[in-house]
């Protein structure tokens, strides 16, 4: 499924990931996570505002009791690229020290963002930290970042859907798109 967005320039989404391939990868982390978080009461927080509806999915399947909560980051602008500058926007409110945290992301790209996170949780002397992420790029990575618990490895694109946004929106469509600049975008680009 190819949609011509009406934007300058225009730009196409093309479906990366079904509704299916989306829940198969979503059952097969909540399951390694059921396995290995059990007894230990993890605390399962979703990075604002990208992971919230993978995050909603991925509990749902879990087997083991857990606690929710979210941190808030800021990297990117309105647009495609990092600005290099993160800053922790929200903190969460749970007690973190002694717990086993889960970190909930929808995706690595430089890795900046994640790394940031870890600072900020390695100071509240948790039992342990991992990271669990939709998607990968690995090709992006300027950091090395461990990801315990990895859903897609993705080429270097853009992508938008299933909670990821492109200047807050299209976060509520239920697969996952590449976004690309129509091949037209010049000729149309020139018409004003
Ligand atoms: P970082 O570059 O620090 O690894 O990525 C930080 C955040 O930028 C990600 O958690 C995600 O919210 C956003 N981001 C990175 N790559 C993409 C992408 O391809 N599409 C969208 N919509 N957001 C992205
Ligand atoms: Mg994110
Ligand atoms: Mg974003």
Do not use: W
Request: charged share 25%; glycine share 6%.
């Amino acid at each position: 499924m190819t949609i011509i967005l009406a934007v300058k320039p225009p730009f196409e989404l093309k479906r990366l990931y079904s509704r299916e391939e989306i829940s198969e990868v979503v059952r097969r982390l909540s399951a390694q996570i059921s396995r290995d978080f059990a007894g230990k009461d993890p605390l399962v927080v979703g990075v604002l505002k990208g992971s919230v509806i993978f995050l909603s999915d991925l509990v749902r399947e879990l087997s083991i009791p857990t606690e929710i909560d979210f941190i808030g980051t800021s990297s990117y602008g309105n647009g495609t690229t990092s600005t290099g500058q993160i800053k922790i926007t929200a903190e969460p409110t749970a007690r973190l020290a002694g717990r086993h945290i889960l970190i909930i992301e929808d995706i690595v790209d430089t890795g900046l963002c994640i790394e940031a996170i870890m600072k900020y949780f390695s100071k509240h002397k948790p039992a342990s930290i991992s990271i669990c992420a939709l998607m990968d790029k690995p090709a992006r990575h300027q950091v090395r970042v461990k990801i315990a618990y990895s859903g897609f490895t993705i080429p270097d694109k853009f992508v938008v859907g299933y909670g990821l946004d492109f200047s807050q929106h299209y976060r509520h469509l239920p697969e996952i798109f590449t976004m690309e600049e129509a091949p037209d975008a010049g000729q149309l680009a020139s018409d004003d």
